[in-house]
């Protein structure tokens, strides 16, 4: 499985943005998919995953009401909408991958590169 994450970049307070996840999975099949980001001096956090199957999601209380995780399970690809950004939100993101062998039940997981976002003004 291999991740291409896309989208950060520099922002101000206040202000959105839109970070995609493209997923490329033969023999696999993805069960979750998200992002996790890790800020200067801190460990990697959860931000936002979801169920590929029912659409399920889990995001940080940190991000809650502010971003939105979507799907489209068609071409495995993931989008992290992010609202009214905080200087607090300013960390590198990773997209993250837990994916299953067509017919076999180990579970994998998979990382992709970072792409940082900052929020300054």
């Known amino acids: 499985v291999q991740l291409q994450a896309s989208g950060g970049g520099l922002v101000q307070p206040g202000e959105s943005l839109r970070l995609s996840c493209a997923a490329s999975a033969i023999g696999f099949k993805i069960n979750t998919i998200g992002w996790y980001r890790q800020a200067p001096g801190k460990q990697r956090e959860l931000v936002a995953t979801?169920?590929?199957?029912?659409?399920?999601?889990n995001y940080a209380d940190s991000v809650q009401g502010r971003f939105t995780i979507s799907r489209d399970n068609t071409i495995n690809l993931v989008k992290l909408h992010m609202n009214s950004l905080k200087s607090e939100d300013t960390a590198v993101y990773y997209c993250?991958?837990?994916?299953?062998?067509?017919?076999?039940?180990?579970?994998?997981?998979?990382w992709g590169q970072g792409t940082l976002v900052t929020v300054s003004s």
């Open positions: 993250n991958a837990h994916a299953t062998r067509w017919g076999r039940s180990y579970v994998h997981e998979y």
């Open positions: 979801i169920n590929t199957d029912d659409g399920g999601t």
